[in-house]
C-alpha cells in the first residue's frame, strides 16, 4: 500500500482513528489517576584504590572501573537488602528493598549510582542512607584480604542520598502524550486492517470487476436525500442531479442502433437506492422532452407512490389481473410528459404476476406509447422478480451501494441476470461519498461564489467581481473566453466584456448595476459554471 493509498484510508476511516486514539488516552488517563505516586532518592558512590605512582594510579582505574560492574550486583543483591531490613526504621522486607533498588555505573568512570523508589517519600530517604552506609561497610569488609588492615578498594559517598520533592511516577503529560501516539499507530493499523478485510464495493473499478458490466454512473451521497429522495427544480444543479443527467446520457447511448425501451432497475440486496434512482431518472428523461413512464414493479415493498406524493391503491398488479384498464391506471406526474403505474394491490405470487404472458404483452404494448419505460424492480438475491421481469425487458440495470453491497452479493445478483439470458446494461454505484479522488468526475466549478447579500448590500462591488468572472482572469481584465460562458438557468450572459465601473458613477447607473447584478443572482446561478 503506497502513501497516497494510506491517506485515502485514513481519510475515508478517520472515525477509526478518532476511537482508538480516544481509548488510549482514557485508559492511560483512567491508570495514570489510578496510580500510586513513586518517590526516587539517589546515591553516587565513588570507587579508587589506593596506588603511588603514575603506573599504578592507571592500572588502579582499570581496576576500578571493574570492580564498578561487579558492585551494581551487589547493590541489587540479597546480602545487602537483608542488611538494610535489620534498621527497625524502614520497615521493609529484604525482597521489598530488593525491587525498590536499581543501580548503574555511569560509563567510562569509576562512578557508581543507586536510585531508591518508594510510595513514601521519607522512606525512599531512609532506605538510600542505609543502603549507602550498609554497601560501604559490606565492600570494605569484601575487599580486605585476610590479616590486612585496609581494603584494597576505596568506595565513598560523593552525592546524597537526594530525593525528588516530585514524584517520578506516573508523570500524567508523557503518559498521556505516548498513549496518543500508540493510539494514532493503532488506529491506523486497525484502518488499513478494516480496508483491508472490507469486500464491499467502493470505487467503480471494484464494481466494474464484481459485475463484469459497465459503471453507467456514479451517484454521490447527499444528506438531505434521505429525508428527500427525488431531485426537484430546486435543487435541479446540485451535484446529485448532474450525475443523474450523466446516468441519463450513458444510457442513451448504451445501444445507438438499437435503443433501449423498457429498462429494469434493481440491486442485489434491499436498500441501495433503487427506487429513488429509477424516479429521479425518469423525472430527468422527462425534463429532457422524452415521453416516459415510471413503473413500480416492486410488489412486495412498492415506495414511488410514496416518493412521488401518488395512490398506490391501484395500479400494475390490478392491471395484470384484468381488473382495471392500463390507460385507467396511469397518473401523470409533474409538468412534464412523465406518467406513473404505481404496484397496485399487493398479489400473493409477485414472481408468477411479472413473469406471465400478460406482462410481456403489456409491455410491447408501453413501448408503442414511450420512449423510455423505467420498470423500478426487487432486490435480485432474497426474490427472483426481478430475473424474471428482467428477461422480458431490454435490460436491467443493477445499482450497488457504495462501501455497503459485497462484492460477492454484486457477482451472485448479475449471475442471477444472466442465467436466465437477460441482458445487463451497466451498473450504478450509488450513495458514494465524495473524495479528493473524485475531482474528476463530479461537476467541479472553477469560478467563485457571488453571494447574493453581499450583492444586495455592495451592489457596485458584486458587477465588478462578476465582470472579472466574465473577463476570465484578474491579471489581464478585458480578454474574454466564450468558452468558459454558458446559459444560467433562464438568463444567458453574454461573453462581451462590461465597461469599466467607476467610483463616481451616478445614481441610476448604479441602479442599473444594482438590477443586473440582482438578475444574474435570482435565476439561482449565483455561480457561473465552465463550459463542459
Given at each position: ?19 482508538a486514539?480516544?481509548l ?40 576500578s ?82 590479616g ?11 552525592a546524597?542520598?537526594?530525593?525528588a ?42 464494481l ?28 435541479g ?31 442485489a ?45 391501484v ?28 404496484g ?28 423510455v ?15 424474471v ?27 442471477s ?15 458514494r ?6 475531482a ?12 447574493r ?76 459554471r465552465?463550459?463542459?
Amino acid at each position: 500500500m503506497g502513501v497516497h493509498e494510506l491517506v485515502r484510508v485514513i481519510r475515508r476511516r478517520w472515525h477509526i482513528l478518532l476511537v482508538a486514539i480516544g481509548l488510549a488516552i482514557g485508559l492511560s488517563a483512567a491508570l495514570t489517576a489510578l496510580a500510586v505516586p513513586r518517590y526516587a532518592t539517589s546515591v553516587t558512590f565513588f570507587v579508587t584504590t589506593p596506588s603511588q605512582g603514575v603506573t599504578d594510579s592507571y592500572q588502579g582505574g582499570l581496576f576500578s572501573e571493574q570492580r564498578v560492574k561487579s558492585y551494581v550486583e551487589l547493590l541489587q543483591g540479597d546480602r545487602l537488602a537483608r542488611a538494610v531490613a535489620t534498621d527497625p526504621d524502614i520497615g521493609l522486607t529484604p525482597q521489598q528493598i530488593q525491587n525498590e533498588v536499581r543501580a548503574y555505573g555511569v560509563p567510562d568512570t569509576v562512578l557508581l549510582r543507586a536510585t531508591v523508589t518508594d510510595s513514601d517519600r521519607a522512606r525512599s530517604t531512609r532506605v538510600a542512607s542505609a543502603l549507602a552506609q550498609h554497601f560501604v561497610e559490606l565492600v570494605q569488609a569484601l575487599e580486605t584480604p585476610p590479616g590486612a588492615s585496609q581494603a584494597t578498594v576505596k568506595v565513598e559517598v560523593v552525592a546524597g542520598p537526594q530525593g525528588a520533592s516530585t514524584p517520578v511516577s506516573p508523570r500524567p503529560a508523557r503518559n498521556l502524550a505516548l498513549a496518543g501516539l500508540l493510539g494514532l499507530l493503532a488506529g491506523v493499523l486497525l484502518a488499513v486492517l478494516r480496508e483491508t478485510l472490507d469486500v464491499t464495493v467502493k470505487t467503480p473499478e471494484a464494481l466494474q470487476a464484481a459485475s463484469g458490466a459497465p459503471v453507467l454512473g456514479q451517484i454521490p451521497y447527499e444528506d438531505s436525500a434521505k429525508h428527500s429522495p427525488l431531485v426537484l427544480s430546486e435543487r435541479g444543479r446540485s451535484v446529485r442531479a448532474e450525475a443523474l443527467r450523466q446516468l441519463r446520457t450513458n444510457l442513451q447511448f448504451v445501444d445507438v442502433d438499437r435503443p433501449l425501451k423498457a429498462i429494469v432497475f434493481t440491486s442485489a440486496v434491499p436498500d441501495e437506492g433503487k427506487s429513488s434512482t429509477s424516479a429521479n431518472l425518469a423525472i430527468a428523461f422527462a425534463e429532457a422532452g422524452t415521453r416516459v413512464l415510471l413503473v413500480d414493479a416492486d410488489l412486495r415493498r412498492p415506495r414511488l407512490a410514496d416518493y412521488l406524493g401518488l395512490e398506490g391503491a391501484v395500479g400494475l398488479s390490478n392491471v395484470l389481473a384484468g381488473q382495471v384498464a392500463i390507460e385507467d391506471a396511469l397518473q401523470p406526474w409533474g409538468q412534464h410528459d412523465l406518467r406513473v403505474l404505481t404496484g397496485g394491490t399487493l398479489p400473493a405470487n409477485p414472481s408468477e404476476l411479472l413473469g406471465s404472458r400478460n406482462m410481456a404483452t403489456l409491455l410491447d404494448k408501453l413501448r408503442a406509447a414511450f420512449d423510455v419505460i423505467i420498470i423500478d424492480s426487487p432486490p435480485l438475491l432474497p426474490v427472483t422478480d426481478a430475473a424474471v421481469l428482467a428477461a422480458v425487458a431490454d435490460g436491467a440495470v443493477m445499482v450497488s451501494r457504495a462501501a455497503r453491497t459485497k462484492q460477492a452479493q454484486v457477482a451472485a445478483a448479475v449471475a442471477s441476470l444472466r442465467a436466465v439470458e437477460a441482458r445487463v446494461l451497466g451498473c450504478v454505484l450509488n450513495m458514494r461519498r465524495r473524495g479528493a479522488s473524485d475531482a474528476g468526475y463530479y461537476y467541479q466549478n472553477r469560478y467563485e461564489l457571488i453571494d447574493r447579500r453581499r450583492a444586495r448590500r455592495q451592489p457596485l462591488a458584486a458587477l465588478r467581481r462578476l465582470q472579472r468572472v466574465l473577463t476570465g482572469s484578474l491579471r489581464r481584465p478585458g480578454r474574454v473566453r466564450p468558452k468558459d460562458v454558458q446559459p444560467v438557468g433562464a438568463l444567458v450572459i453574454e461573453a462581451t466584456p462590461l465597461p469599466p465601473l467607476s467610483g463616481a458613477q451616478s445614481p441610476a447607473a448604479a441602479g442599473s448595476a444594482a438590477g443586473a447584478v440582482s438578475a444574474v443572482l435570482d435565476s439561482d446561478g449565483q455561480l457561473i459554471r465552465p463550459a463542459r
